[in-house]
Structure formats: C-alpha cells, structure tokens
C-alpha cells in the first residue's frame, strides 16, 4: 500500500465509525496495527498518532455540523431559556470532559495500542447497549436535556478517553439511555458536544505537534480529512434515518461479534 491509500482507508473508517457507537478510535488503532507499506508496519509516528487522529477527526466533526442546522439556529434565540439553557448545558458538558481529559493526562493517562483492551471495551459496551436497549423498551422517553443530564454526558467523553473502543458516542448515548433520555436527542446532544470537544483537542494536539518539530505528512493527512468529512456526513445522514425506526442494539450485536472475534485473534496469533 502507498501513503495515499492508506490515508484514504484511514480517513473512511474515522468518517464512517466517528458517530455510529462503534468507537473510531477503536477502529482506527485495529487499523493501525494490520496496515501495511511495502510488506512493512505503517510508519506509526504519523498514522495513528494523536495529531494524525485528532486532525481528521476535526474534519469529520466539522463536514456533519450543517445537518444539525435546526438546533443550531436557535443561538440566535438566546434570550429564550430553553434555547440558553441548552447550550449552556453543553458548555457544562464541554467544562467537565475538558477538565477531566487534563487531569488525566498530566496524571500520565496514555491510550494503549493493543488489541486486547480495545476487544474488551468493544465487548463490554456491546453488552451494555443491548442490556440499556432491554431496559428501556416499553418505557416512556425523555426529550429534554436535563443538567443531570450534562454532567453525565461530560463524564461518560472521559470514559472514551481513558479506553479506546469504548466510543466517545457510544459512551455519551449509553449514559443518556439509561437515564431515560431519547434516542434522537440523545444523539443530537452527543454529536454537539463533541464539536468542541475534539476540536479543541485537536487545536492542542496540532499547536503541540508544531511546537516539537514532530513529523507531519501533509498531504496525506489532508488527503485523510477530507474522506473523513466526506464520508462522516453520509454517516450522519444513514444514522438519523436509521434512529426513526430502529435501536441501538444493532451496533450492541456489533460490538459484540466484533471484541469477541479479535480476542479469538489474539489467543490464536499470540498478539496482545
């Protein structure tokens, strides 16, 4: 495979998993590890690096921002309550995750690379979605985004910071549907706030980058974005249409099959 190519597959799979609750970082570190150049491991100091992954996810966040042009016209509503309070509700969110993500990071928190954490979370989240699903059905659903509500989407992001796999939207619509909130707002409050989130996170990554002269491959990282927004807002679209008359326990069978079949890889290939 060339860069090119790898950028490309690289970019899909971030576009494609970054919303659906399947965890894109999960499945870009997979990636990672199988990608090849020439017979050889890709070049792991570019691809799969934190300014590599946060760049393109930036793109992907930022490509989907239009098709959730409803609620964001509401800002020019600000003097409402409701519309205030919402994205004040979201800035909560935003303080919490960003506080957490610092903490832990000057606390040493690194992402392991491996296969075998990433199987679990994949594992474990399946087994909660399908678990949250069952409970929930039948019962009535809340639209409002409560401040109880906001704090809890702001600590289930640091769930997805601490274990790849576990799926920033995942984790944050999991939360919600357990505390009895919709899928649909659930969904929409979820891809909101990881604008900011992963935005700036990828603002530091990239100043960070620049700042210790690491190596960065523009073109291809360019090349990797924008498949990432393209791909990401054909995401966004199936996956609100397919919310209308589904659940989520489609993806919870997923994640199952998924972290079970790559610890099934692990004990036969010996890989961690």
Known sequence: MTHWLIAVILGLIEGITEFIPISSTGHLLLAEQFLTIDGQPIDRTFFGSEVFNAVIQCGAMLAALPLFSARLATLKRWQEPACRDYFLKLLLAFGITGVGAFTMKKLGLALPHTVT???????????????????VKGRAEATEITWTLAVAFGLAQLVAVAFPGASR?????????????????????????????????????????????????????????????????????????????????????????????LLLFVHQSGAH
């Open 169 to 261: 939207s995942g984790s944050t619509i999991l939360f919600a549907l357990l505390l009895g909130l919709g899928r649909g707002p659930a969904t929409e409050f979820s891809f909101l706030l990881g604008v900011p989130t992963l935005c700036a996170a990828g603002a530091k990554t990239m100043f960070d980058a620049l700042k210790h002269h690491e190596v960065i491959l523009w073109q291809p990282l360019l090349v990797a974005t924008v498949v990432a927004a393209v791909a990401s807002v054909l995401a966004v679209k199936w996956l609100l249409g397919y919310l209308q008359s589904h659940t989520f326990t489609g993806f919870g069978i997923y994640r199952i099959a998924f972290g079970v079949g």
């Open 117 to 135: 954490p990433i199987a679990l979370a994949l594992l474990i989240g399946g087994v909660l979605f399908v678990v949250a699903e069952f409970w």
